[in-house]
C-alpha cells in the first residue's frame, strides 16, 4: 500500500483546522498509519526542508514550521501521494482549486496550512525522518477498506 507524509502546520493547528483538515483526508479514503501532534525542533524543519536550502524563502519557511505545534500523519492508500497532494491544492492558495483544502482555506504560500510528499520515494524518505517504525501502524484492516479499495 503507496505511503504519503503529511504536516498539519502551525497556522492550521492555531486556526482550529486540525479535524477539519484529517476529516478531508479519511473521507478521501485515506487511512491513517502514523499521527502525532509535537513542536518541531529546527533541525528536524531544516532536514525536512533541506531540497529548499538555498530558496530564497527558506529561512522564513524554517521559521514558519516551528513557530508552533504541528500534526505529523503518514496515509496510506491506492495512490496516496498523488491523491493527498489533490486534496491539498496547489502550492499558492491564490492558485488552488475550490474544493482543496488551500483553495478553501487558505490565502498565501507563506500560510498554506498543510504539507504532503511530492512522490513515493520522498514519502518513504520523510516518514523516516519524521516517525520511528514501532510508531506506525501499517496496513490494518479497516473495517470499510472492501467499501474503498477494490482488490482484483
Ligand atoms: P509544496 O508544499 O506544495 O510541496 P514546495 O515547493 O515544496 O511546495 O515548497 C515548500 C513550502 O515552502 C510550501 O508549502 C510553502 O510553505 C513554502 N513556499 C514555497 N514557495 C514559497 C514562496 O515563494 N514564498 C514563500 N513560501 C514558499
Ligand atoms: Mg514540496
Redesign the pocket.
Known sequence: MERTFIIIKPDAVQRGLTGEIIRRFEQRGLRIAGLKFMQVERVLAEAH?AV?KERP?YK??VE?IISGPVVAMVLEGTNAVAAARNTIGA?NPADATAGSIRGDLGLE??R?LV??S?SVENGEKEIALWFKPQELVSSWERSTDPWIFERR
Do not use: P, V
Open positions: 526542508y529548499h524563502f522564513s519557511l514558519y502550492t504560500i507563506g498554506n504539507h504532503g511530492d
